[in-house]
T-cell receptor, first 112, second 116 residues
Framework: QKEVEQDPGPLSVPEGAIVSLNCTYS??????FMWYRQYSRKGPELLMY????GNKEDGRFTAQVDKSSKYISLFIRDSQPSDSATYLCAMRNSGGYQKVTFGIGTKLQVIP | DTAVSQTPKYLVTQMGNDKSIKCEQN?????MYWYKQDSKKFLKIMFSYNNKELIINETVPNRFSPKSPDKAHLNLHINSLELGDSAVYFC???????????????FGEGSWLTVV
């Protein structure tokens, strides 16, 4: 079993839809949870991060972490064609030099 | 200004050759990384350096040798290239603190390596 599982998609939605992206993980020591966005032919860029369980909202984006279920989500409201990208979840233990483990990424296409 | 820059962006080379990818960051970060993204888009860490010192070395063939002349540079040299080395290699950097800033990894644009 991979440490982080993520459906690779692709996921196609119409413009304006609410998008739900999810990851599950097996390592209960993970404390930091992140979402990266990667456009085609570009490097990943940090979109959101949360520490431990809870919700975090930033504009149209909401990140949720449920540590009891080992499940994290990213919601995108009012999706736009410019949101079309691959979304990678990532997580790591607490501490300074712990490595970050990435999901395989979900490819999202928002159709105008 | 490009925060993390790596060169070359595209590299096509024959099996058995030796090649290098260079990376520089101007963010003042202490920690730098090399990640590999394979054809299935899986992003995996290869190496991590903190202030020129190797701190993470995943199971990578010893044909791959990172070198950090100073904390702003982390180069990757690959000997005797094999077909399976074809992938996108990302350089990245982050601050060393374990707080909020320490979670942000800034990636370069990637180097597309094709071994033929």
């Amino acid at each position: 079993q991979k440490e982080v599982e993520q459906d690779p998609g692709p996921l196609s939605v119409p413009e304006g839809a609410i998008v739900s992206l999810n990851c599950t993980y097996s390592n209960s020591a993970f404390q930091y949870f992140m979402w990266y966005r990667q456009y085609s032919r570009k490097g990943p860029e940090l979109l959101m991060y949360t520490y431990s369980s809870g919700n975090k909202e930033d504009g149209r984006f909401t990140a949720q972490v449920d540590k009891s279920s080992k499940y994290i989500s990213l919601f995108i409201r009012d999706s736009q064609p410019s949101d079309s990208a691959t979304y990678l979840c990532a997580m790591r233990n607490s501490g300074g030099y712990q490595k970050v483990t990435f999901g395989i990424g979900t490819k999202l296409q928002v159709i105008p | 200004d490009t925060a993390v820059s790596q060169t070359p962006k595209y590299l096509v080379t024959q099996m058995g050759n030796d090649k290098s990818i260079k990376c520089e960051q101007n963010l003042g970060h202490d920690t730098m990384y090399w990640y590999k993204q394979d054809s299935k888009k899986f992003l995996k860490i290869m190496f991590s350096y903190n202030n020129k010192e190797l701190i993470i070395n995943e199971t990578v063939p010893n044909r791959f040798s990172p070198k950090s002349p100073d904390k702003a540079h982390l180069n990757l040299h690959i000997n005797s290239l094999e077909l399976g080395d074809s992938a996108v290699y990302f350089c990245a950097s982050s601050p060393t603190s374990s707080g909020q800033a320490g979670n942000t990894i800034y990636f370069g644009e990637g180097s597309w390596l094709t071994v033929v």
